[in-house]
């Protein structure tokens, strides 16, 4: 009698939790899996809180409540910038967190679509100087340091020619940005000027107090998105259309939770330990240079605005002129049906069906 109690009180759960884990394995299992690969910025470093906070499961095979909700399995391949735009244009992942300018080349072998805008760049993008340098003529004959072929070159010949200015009179020098920054806080000789994203604007300006922002992305407003974008036969196949359904899903959720005051700055916090370990102080200057597009109804926005199509239109240039691509790839709004044969198409709908699910 007690041998039989003893397997009915131990024996039975154990059984009961292992069957429980077969079960959820196998669901997962009969889901479709799809893959985002993401890097450190603060708007797509929400899907690593996502995972953290259990709202999905990023590991293949596993599911959570947003996932099961959508029917499909999220994969989360977190990787360095670089990295991420390797994989995306190699076909290596289904998905990618990327800016507006860097999607153009991988879109030209890839066709890709803009599902959600994440963020825009207000300030984290900065060419920051040293004291002595007060206006834009005295940077003539100086070495600008950043990385060229990148939203940093870009915003500085924008404030270029905001300013007045013509390209060819300054010298913008190719440089990773975490090494220019590192050589400007130590005061290396030669480093008066720099272009770079946070974080190391804020970095190199804690550290090196006799430094300021020249001038930064605040004067080019909404010109960098940052943006998830799917490779539009991915979002072909079954369960394509719900994987970016539940990515969007994902990030709103994180937002809310960001809008909460009860999860705000815990959910800060969170994304701080997953953009360079910064913490609450310095996330909270970093979400006013990174202004998050947090609501449905601000990404729909981005992805319809006539002011985006002229923003994309300057951008394009940009990179044709700089040889970033080789040509200018075709550019829609809309769904396959409205803007047919595109390179790289924005598409509200998804954003749109959101409410409906």
Known sequence: ???????????????????????????????????????????????GVADAVKLINGKKGQTGPIEDKWGVDIVLNEADYDSCLVMYGSNQCDAVCITNMDVLSPSLTRPSTAVL??????????????????????????????????????????????????????????????????????????????????????????????????FDSTKIPGEIIDMVVIGQAVLEQPGGAAFAGALIETFYAVNQRMADPKT???????????????????????????????TAEQGIKVLTDKGT????????????EHEIVPKKPAVGYGNAAEAPGMALRFDPGYIKKLGSK
């Not at 007690?2 to 039975?12: A, E, G, H, V, W």
């Not at 009969?30 to 910025?41: G, Q, T």
């Not at 330990?273 to 913490?279: A, D, G, I, T």
């Not at 199509?309 to 044709?320: G, Q, T």
């Open 1 to 47: 009698m007690m041998r039989k109690n003893l397997i009915s009180t131990t024996i039975l759960p154990v059984l009961v939790v292992i069957l429980l884990l077969f079960q959820g394995a196998a669901l997962a299992e009969n889901k479709p899996s799809f893959s985002l690969a993401w890097s450190e910025y603060p708007s797509w470093s929400t899907f």
């Open 117 to 214: 805008p994440t963020s825009t760049s207000f300030g984290a993008d900065a060419c920051i100087v040293t004291a002595d340098i007060n206006n834009i003529k005295q940077l003539r004959g100086k070495k600008v340091y950043g990385l060229a072929k990148t939203v940093s070159e870009y915003c500085f010949v924008r404030n270029l020619e905001i300013l007045g200015e013509k390209e060819k009179d300054f010298q913008f020098t190719n440089m990773d940005p975490a090494a220019a920054a590192l050589a400007m806080q130590q005061k290396q000789k030669g480093y008066e000027a720099i272009v770079v994203w946070n974080p190391f604007v804020l970095e190199t300006l804690n550290k090196r107090k006799d430094t300021k922002v020249l």
């Open 264 to 294: 705000a700055d815990d959910t800060l916090v969170a994304l701080g330990e997953k953009f360079s370990n910064l913490n609450l102080q310095s996330m909270r200057e970093v979400v006013k240079q990174t202004q998050f597009y947090s």
């Open 309 to 320: 199509k002229d923003i994309m239109e300057r951008v394009i240039h940009f990179c044709v």
